[in-house]
């Protein structure tokens, strides 16, 4: 039989595509590769801190002019007493005193004032507007 002009060729090229898949993997799997040195670093040696930081003494003013700490009623008179009882504990470094916005400003001098008397060197003040709901 014979082939006319409109008749192509076909070429299988299967066996084609196999031989370079296995010349893929052969050379995949006998290639070297190269482990690159990262940059020396020294780190420092940093010692283990012997006391964690204590938190901060927290005191409440509501705006009725009432102290708390730790939900409990203090007053006035207490502040002093227990800033001198945390701090013989050896957890006092700092108070936070928590002011609502209606709270009189006499009151959080007054408070200031005490943190004063009980010797205590970090004081803050912060206003927040749920103080009174302790």
């Not at 299988?12 to 196999?18: E, Y």
């Not at 296995?22 to 482990?35: C, G, M, R």
């Not at 916005?101 to 206003?127: H, I, N, P, Y």
Request: with cysteine; glycine share 8%; proline share 4%.
């Amino acid at each position: 039989m014979r082939k006319g002009r409109g008749d192509s060729a076909d070429i299988n090229i299967s066996p084609l595509i196999d031989m370079v898949f296995i010349l893929l993997i052969f050379f995949i799997v006998t290639t070297v590769f190269v482990e690159e040195d990262g940059l020396g670093i020294e780190t420092p040696n940093i010692s283990p801190i012997d006391k964690p930081p204590a938190e901060a003494f927290i005191i409440h003013l509501s705006k009725g002019g009432v102290v708390y700490h730790e939900g409990v009623e203090i007053g006035y008179d207490g502040v002093v007493r227990s800033l001198r009882r945390a701090r013989a504990a050896g957890g006092l470094e700092s108070v936070t005193i928590e002011v609502d916005r209606q709270a009189r400003v006499s009151s959080a001098a007054r408070l200031l004032d005490l943190c004063k008397e009980a010797e205590v060197e970090k004081v803050s003040m912060k206003t927040s507007p749920a103080a009174d709901s302790l």
